[in-house]
């Protein structure tokens, strides 16, 4: 049986001045394909100005198992926040 | 709807702690993402869920297609172009959706062209004149939005992406299908007629989509626990009767049902439920167009398997040669 074709992640960027977003997946022979499918797949109505496409198997993902060790950390420290410090209205707007 | 009867695989028994952790993240509205830990019976039902509405999208192109030669307008032949292009788009968001649970597309289409996966009974149905791309777009598709919309809530992240950019295109569908009904119903006597026809022939099919009652069905049970079904078969069904009902109305044709009657209690119309044992003859295979269905499904993708090979053979290729550049250049 012949090979499945390999699969790209697609992102898009809907207009300039905006990020590339994440906006699914699809399978391609080539980057070049990949491309011209995300175009009909992913564009069909203005959606982008810009795509990138990325072979799946290229993707380093984090292992929800980390999801503790990676992003709790974050949790206690409040002070990153303009909302922890107390700043008497008389200075003004700041 | 799309996807008719999925057999829920809740575990039986005691759940365990996961599990139980599980129900809760659903239950507090949290979205479950792949290669999060899932139980088995919620990642196979998915597939099963998803891959038969990607199967719907994929075969509900047919029915359509059979026109796209002979719009009446070139307007409306671009019109139906676009549809049909839309439906394809929709089979694939959900091909890759159901992808992240860990099954191939290709995997997914040898269960469909094997006959061993469903898609929806309504696509073996024939498209016999020009009015029944209306009663298509308009009952059709509007039974498919009755049922996509709830469904963006869904808890899997991936199935409630992709039917969140699928509802944002239905709604163009169904208005083009009621469009074409507009233009039918106030046309010539024939044209009239022929719209009559049409609706006398999709409504029950259509009312099939939403599947037998549910009601008291402990696979839907689980699925509803699970937030991938979200509201019973009836539900959906009684929603899409009192919708259409007064559309069918405004075109002055008649909905092929002679105890059609408003209830005024239960604030929703009565209606004749179709005709189920059609249903499971429909869903076995034995429906009209069952078999022309899947062998053009089968005999396109045999007959395009050399243009992929083809394709493959040139990636290769390429890639062989921009590597031996590389290499010639260190
Ligand atoms: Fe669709
Ligand atoms: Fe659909
Ligand atoms: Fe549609």
Redesign the interface.
Known sequence: MSREWPLWEIFIRSQNGLNHRHVGSLHAPDAETAINNARDVYTRRKEGVSIWVVPSKEITASAPSEKGPLFDPAEDKVYRHPTFYDIPDDVGHM | MYAQMVKSEGSSGEQTPEEKGFQARIDAGDKI?P???MPEGYRKTLIRQISQHAHSEIVGQLPEGNWITRAPTLERKQILL?KV??EA?HG??LY?AA?TLGI???EMLEQLHSGKAKYSSIFNYPTLTWADMGAIGWLVDGAAIMNQVPLQRTSYGPYS??MI?ICK?ESFHQRQGYHIMMKMARGTDAQREMAQDALNRFWYPALMMFGPSDANSVHSEQSMAWKIKINTNDELRQRFVNETVPQAEFLGLEVPDPDLAWNEEKGGYDFTQPDWDEFFEVLKGNGPCNKERLGTRVQAWEEG?WF??G??A??DK??KRREAAATAAE
């Open positions: 993402e290669k999060e830990w676009a292009q839309d788009g694939l968001y890759s992808e191939s597309r290709d992406r992709a950019r295109e398997a992929r090979d394709l493959t040139y990636a390429a890639a």
